[in-house]
T-cell receptor, first 112, second 109 residues
Framework: DTGVSQNPRHKITKRGQNVTFRCDPISEHNRLYWYRQTLGQGPEFLTYFQNEAQLEKSRLLSDRFSAERPKGSFSTLEIQRTEQGDSAMYLC??????????FGEGSRLTVL | EDQVTQSPEALRLQEGESSSLNCSYTVSGLRGLFWYRQDPGKGPEFLFTLYSAGEEKEKERLKATLTKKESFLHITAPKPEDSATYLCAVTDSWGKLQFGAGTQVVVTP
């Protein structure tokens, strides 16, 4: 399968713990995006990278959230000191540029 | 700030009953408008990009159109497998996409 891959698919954690999600984009795509989606809402932009450079971060992204894309390949999204409000689906997408985003299956986070 | 509003929030159709979904947007300098389909528990699946007013795109039973203020997704003679949430998104810079909340479509046999 050459699509966008996200791991883990589902993570259950206790409030205050740290979690990390990984995204492997489509190999020839230089842009990588992170979105968050809650039930009944559309995806909300969090951040995006062009190669290894983080080009934009949403105001939604508090300092508990950090994203990296070392060497312009896979990306990680870490959430520190999780809160119940962080419970959501975290979606990764990649793009060759030009607008169309290709999404992975998402990583669902449940904070107890 | 860019805004995307989709209506209706939910739509229940009988198989074969054609209908349209609406996406109205406010963005300074639209570069592209996108339609995605999302099945429960899955990531959005790309359907169409529209670039300028008057443009139309078709795929199977779906047809997307664009005006200066809104886009329509027409579903012709839908089948149960067309049941999904349809998301609209816009961009003004080929960077991030701004999504609407989606229209949940249920097609019953």
């Amino acid at each position: 399968d050459t699509g966008v891959s996200q791991n883990p698919r589902h993570k259950i954690t206790k409030r205050g713990q740290n979690v990390t999600f990984r995204c492997d984009p489509i190999s020839e795509h230089n842009r990588l995006y992170w979105y968050r989606q809650t039930l009944g809402q559309g995806p909300e932009f969090l951040t995006y990278f062009q190669n290894e450079a983080q080009l934009e971060k949403s105001r939604l992204l508090s300092d508990r959230f950090s994203a990296e894309r070392p060497k312009g390949s896979f990306s990680t999204l870490e959430i520190q000191r999780t809160e119940q409000g962080d419970s959501a689906m975290y979606l990764c997408a990649s793009s060759p540029g030009g607008g169309e985003l290709f999404f992975g299956e998402g990583s669902r986070l449940t904070v107890l | 700030e860019d805004q995307v509003t989709q209506s209706p929030e939910a739509l229940r159709l009988q198989e074969g009953e054609s209908s349209s979904l609406n996406c109205s947007y406010t963005v300074s300098g639209l570069r592209g408008l996108f339609w995605y389909r999302q099945d429960p528990g899955k990531g959005p699946e790309f359907l169409f990009t529209l670039y300028s007013a008057g443009e139309e795109k078709e795929k199977e039973r779906l047809k997307a159109t664009l005006t200066k203020k809104e886009s329509f997704l027409h579903i012709t003679a839908p089948k149960p497998e067309d049941s999904a949430t349809y998301l609209c998104a816009v961009t003004d810079s080929w960077g991030k996409l701004q999504f609407g909340a989606g229209t949940q479509v249920v097609v019953t046999p």
